[in-house]
């Protein structure tokens, strides 16, 4: 039930761009996207409702295909600061309950 | 910094003994949530609470974990008899509840280790 990331790390130089999958072999009602630094707290990136919405911010966009279970995050000119760990949270059926995939290490040298 | 808060950052205890985590919300935040994460995994969803009201809990969730978030205010999370399997970092988070659902706030966690 789990979702499956891939791939699990991936290493870019700054400027590089990058693409996250979260694929999942349930039915899907929202995908939710966060970023964890060594040691800190996930941070909220996005959430994708179904319905097949893209969406972004600033170079950090996803997509939702709610047909084949799965989110595509992309990265466009990944900058130092977007190196961590992303996380998809998948919510099958709206009940707040996140089901994680084990999630992406990203790394960005300059 | 989010503005959920979690207290104590660690704790280190022997097996066998209670321990007992505390987590602040973002005060307007209605609903809140405990999860686990150990290393080189995403978080694991332990329960969540609307209000004052538990309304999921994990069927991975042993009976030694329970929960509680009175007056819907502050949540706290007891670990009986801890084992060494339950090391990990436990994370809380709140959010409002304005749509269909909703964007989670993280607090830092609290890291436990059992000897």
């Known amino acids: 039930q789990q979702p499956v990331q891939s791939p699990q790390a991936v290493i870019l130089r700054e400027g590089e761009d990058a693409v996250i999958n979260c694929s999942s072999s349930?039915?899907?009602?929202?995908v939710h996207w966060y970023r964890q630094k060594h040691g800190e707290a996930p941070v909220f990136l996005m959430i994708l409702l179904k319905g097949g919405e893209q969406k972004g911010h600033d170079k950090i966009s996803a997509s939702f295909n709610e047909k084949k279970q799965q989110s595509s995050l992309y990265l466009t000119a990944s900058q130092l600061s977007y190196s961590g760990t992303y996380f998809c949270g998948t919510e099958i059926g709206s009940n707040y309950q996140l089901i994680w995939g084990a999630g992406t290490k990203l790394i960005i040298k300059p | 910094d989010t503005g959920v808060s979690q207290d104590p950052r660690h704790k280190i205890t022997k097996r066998g003994q209670n321990v007992t985590f505390r987590c602040d919300p973002i005060s307007e935040h209605n609903r809140l949530y405990w999860y686990r994460q150990t290393l080189g995994q995403g978080p694991e969803f332990l329960t969540y609470?609307?209000?004052?009201?538990?309304?999921?809990k994990s069927r991975l969730l042993s009976d030694r974990f329970s929960a509680e978030r009175p007056k819907g205010s502050f949540s706290t999370l007891e670990i009986q008899r801890t084992e060494q399997g339950d090391s990990a970092m436990y994370l809380c988070?709140?959010?409002?509840?304005?749509?269909?659902?909703?964007?989670?706030?993280f607090g830092p966690g609290t890291r436990l280790t059992v000897l």
């Open positions: 349930k039915a899907l009602y929202s």
């Open positions: 988070a709140s959010s409002l509840s304005v749509g269909p659902t909703d964007e989670q706030f």
């Open positions: 609470f609307q209000n004052e009201a538990q309304l999921e």
